[in-house]
């Protein structure tokens, strides 16, 4: 099991209570205070040795100046299985693929955020593939904060070369679209029924990262951390 906790900070520019996510906090870490900004905070809990994230941000509708004060801190939140029902935001890839297209530097993180709750059917909506080579919570933290890990709402990814300029290529479980995304409007696609592997043609592709996202014929959608070239 690896200790993670919502870390409640100050309000956001339009003046909503928030809070980020930090996986792997020692059991000793300290609660916010009430004078603790949410700069400090989220460096206190990555000085703590914590994957920290923005938790869920486009349920709160932050603008790049919430995330910005946080300063460096590992991910944001592109998918959050609670928000499917509590009010139909639960995709954020809009502010990070914003703020990647900045230059900023985040990985990205889906999950469930189950709460237990009758009204919300969040259990098992999303999560992250993890790459490592044992399943302790020690290697498990350090694949996380080294981006060794991808997010899903049901695909698989099982291989991903990026040639930068020439070809993408991709092997999934079976899918009917795959997406390269990158800076501003920058895409290529490969599509198909049951598409298990695609070779996507990057000489019109202009862009210093790309992510990958494959979805299914089901909506499930996976997708890749950036990848920077």
């Known amino acids: ?29 300290a609660p916010s205070t009430e004078t603790e900004s949410a700069a400090a905070l989220a460096a206190r809990a990555t000085a703590a040795g914590a994957f920290v994230a923005v ?67 969040d259990f098992g909506r999303g999560w992250v593939w993890v790459k490592s080579t044992e399943l302790t919570p020690e290697s498990l933290l350090a694949a996380l904060k080294a981006g060794a890990y991808y997010s899903s709402t049901g695909p698989q990814i099982y291989d991903v070369q990026i040639v930068p300029g020439q070809t993408a290529y991709v092997r999934c479980s079976p899918a009917e679209r795959i997406f390269v995304t990158g800076r501003g409007s920058s895409s290529a696609r490969a599509q198909g029924h049951g598409l298990a592997e695609a070779e996507i043609d990057l000489r019109n592709f202009s862009s210093p990262y790309c992510r990958i996202t494959v979805r299914d014929a089901h909506g499930g959608r996976a997708w890749t951390n950036p990848i920077w070239y």
């Open 1 to 29: 099991t690896i200790i993670g906790a919502e870390l409640h900070t100050d309000r956001t520019t339009m003046d909503s209570i928030w809070h980020i996510l930090a996986v792997g906090l020692p059991l000793d870490f």
């Open 55 to 121: 938790a869920h941000p486009n349920w709160y509708a932050l603008s790049e100046a919430d995330i910005e004060t946080l300063g460096a801190v590992d991910a944001i939140e592109i998918f959050n299985g609670i928000a499917v029902d509590a009010n139909d935001s639960a995709d954020s890839w809009h502010i990070a693929d914003v703020m990647l297209g900045r230059g900023q530097r985040y990985f990205a993180l889906a999950t469930d955020d189950f709460h237990a709750k009758a009204h919300h059917s």
